[in-house]
């Protein structure tokens, strides 16, 4: 008997385009969403989105400001859903309000929509959320968004730090997958063909547009927004962050433990899938097209220009492949020798 089943959570709605921050009410509208909502943003975003939104809903909303992704700032967020009664939650603003709030929403098992005001990452519209604790950071299993909400005149003028980390972001699914397929053939590790097409597409429309990729053009915000949504899409079908996340992820989150949260998650899984793409392929290899769309983006291509040592990134490519149960490249370890050439060569150190 054929028993394989497959449960893909995806957002009901995902509207993206100029002013359609104005249409989140019909949004809500359309989701059925019961009860008053919280609204989950901080400063800036309350601003320039949250109170747009607010002035859309029949009734006056109550409004928790989230400046900094913590676990604490998961708790703070569900005791004031919890005391308001909220019956949904909204997350207004960049990746940090975002994440706290979807998962807030899937501790409380209520309904999330997200309203990024910036393209910082793929976790405007995944299943998943990063939150770092001390020196680690966590990325959680959570239910992607009902709805989504990508006005690119308002990301179109976020810092652009936050788009070429939220590009970077998506170019580094290059070697996420290949990573994912090595598993697969070596550790039989589940594959999706479906999805992980679909991961590589996206890195491949951004490194196809990277040269028209420009700041305060929205038509910049719009190519962004429609990969980062197409990134989140695959996470959803393969139930995985398989097919955006491999070694450059965890070269990323050793990194944070090593040297502090010091550089944007998107950049510094730009830079290290630099040297992931050099492991997989060689000199003559792939990893030029990846150092070449970040350079034409203006991400960082070196660890200097994140604003780490070059024997901190070594370290984390040494000591990556314990963070968890995931095999990719780096196997069960690269040398310091090993690593070092990857990263001279590349000319990331």
């Not at 989701?31 to 006056?60: F, Y």
């Not at 972001?169 to 697969?184: E, F, K």
């Not at 995985?240 to 010091?262: F, K, N, V, W, Y």
């Not at 290290?272 to 350079?295: C, K, P, R």
Request: glycine content about 10%; aromatic content about 4%.
């Amino acid at each position: 008997m054929f028993e394989k089943r497959s449960w893909i959570r995806l957002p009901r709605n995902v509207v993206i385009g100029h002013g359609v921050i104005s249409e989140t009410g019909q949004m809500l509208s359309e989701l059925h969403l019961s009860g008053t909502p919280l609204i989950v943003t901080s400063s800036t975003p309350k601003v320039i989105a949250a109170d747009r939104v607010t002035e859309q809903l029949a009734s006056d909303p109550p409004v928790e400001l989230v400046e900094t992704a913590r676990f604490s700032s998961v708790e703070h967020v569900i005791e004031r859903a919890r005391t308001e009664n909220a019956g949904y939650l909204l997350g207004i603003g960049g990746g940090t309000v975002i994440d706290v709030a979807k998962m807030a929403a899937d501790e409380l098992g209520v309904g999330f929509v997200s309203v990024p005001t910036a393209a910082s990452h793929d976790g405007i519209v995944s299943g998943r959320g990063s939150i770092p604790e001390g020196t680690t950071r966590h990325s959680v299993a959570a239910d992607p968004p009902l709805g989504v909400i990508a006005d690119t005149a308002i990301i179109a003028e976020a810092p652009w730090k936050y788009t070429t980390a939220g590009c970077a972001d998506i170019i580094s699914n290059y070697t996420a997958v290949r990573d994912w397929q090595l598993a697969s053939r070596l550790k039989n590790a589940q594959y999706s063909e479906y999805a992980g097409a679909l991961s590589r597409m996206t890195a491949e429309m951004l490194v196809g547009n990277a040269d028209s990729i420009n700041q305060g053009l929205e038509d910049s915000a719009w190519i962004v927004m429609k990969a980062l949504v197409s990134s989140g899409v695959a996470m959803s079908i393969a139930d995985s962050s398989r097919p955006a996340s491999g070694a450059e992820h965890l070269i990323s989150h050793q990194l944070d433990r090593i040297a502090g949260d010091t550089a944007l998650h998107g950049h510094q899984v730009g830079v290290a899938s630099i040297t992931t793409e050099y492991l997989h392929s060689g000199q003559d290899g792939n990893w030029q097209n990846v150092h070449n769309a970040l350079s034409n983006i203006g991400a960082p291509t070196t660890v200097a220009e994140l604003g780490h040592s070059a024997d901190d990134f070594i370290e984390a490519m040494t000591t990556a492949h314990e963070i968890r149960d995931r095999y990719t490249i780096l196997g069960n370890g690269v040398s310091e020798a090993a690593a070092r050439e990857a990263a001279q060569v590349t000319g990331v150190i």
